[in-house]
């Protein structure tokens, strides 16, 4: 069974410019999360998708920060404009609807100079 | 708003010893809580998973155990390799939600 998928691995950017990162879920998990790791910290969850509607997105920054999930299947996560701060590794995990167990990519690490 | 913290936050053992991590949660209300392991570079595994009525999980050498009422979970890993080596997390999920919340993470160093 292929694993959630995750691209680019690695971007380097300069602050104010924008980036986009892609996830490509387990077939059949509805339930798709995107999360941010700031070295040395825990994953904090940005946003939850239940096939493409939203179920959590307090703790998205929303002036600078959107995602969408088309289709139900791959997301898009997208920062406009870049800040220091949100140099991170953004790790999306799937699972089916009310399922315990979060499957996670390896992760996109980016660095915003 | 739950907090979850892991002490201490990074630890370094001789191959063989038993070790102890700790995690720690504010809020008791909680609907389960996992261990995972997080290597460089790569994503998250989970380990152990226990939920809220239960007292510990063991997978091989692993045994992780939780006391809802006084907020902690130990994660007990016997005979210690060095493929151990990793950061450990913990997470709780709230009831009637599915979002995890993490701590900052044990990173674990097994010395041959």
């Given at each position: 069974e292929a694993g959630v998928a995750q691209s680019p691995r690695y971007k380097i950017i300069e602050k104010r410019q924008s980036v986009a990162f892609w996830c490509n879920p387990i077939s059949g998990h509805a339930t798709l999360y995107w999360y941010q790791q700031i070295l040395g910290q825990g994953p904090k969850l940005l946003i939850q998708f239940q096939n493409n509607g939203?179920?959590?997105?307090?703790?998205?920054?929303k002036d600078r920060f959107s995602a969408e999930r088309l289709k139900g299947v791959d997301s898009t996560l997208k920062i406009q404009?870049?800040?220091?701060?949100?140099s991170a590794v953004y790790l999306c995990a799937s699972s089916f609807p009310g399922s315990d167990t979060q499957y996670f990519g390896p992760g996109t690490r980016l660095t915003v100079l | 708003k739950q907090e979850v913290t892991q002490i201490p936050a990074a630890l370094s053992v001789p191959e063989g010893e038993n070790l102890v991590l700790n995690c720690s949660f504010?809020?008791?209300?909680?609907?389960n809580l996992q261990w995972f392991r997080q290597d460089p570079g790569k994503g998250l595994t989970s380990l152990l998973l226990i939920q809220s009525s239960q007292r510990e999980q063991t997978s091989g050498r692993l045994n992780a155990s939780l006391d809802k009422s006084s907020g902690r979970s130990t994660l007990y890993i016997a005979a210690?390799?060095?493929?151990?080596?990793a950061t450990y997390l913990c997470a709780v999920r709230r009831r009637g939600a599915q979002k995890l919340v993490f701590g900052q993470g044990t990173r674990l160093t097994i010395n041959p």
């Open positions: 939203v179920v959590d997105d307090s703790q998205l920054p404009p870049a800040k220091l701060e949100d | 504010t809020d008791s209300a909680i609907y210690s390799q060095p493929g151990d080596s």
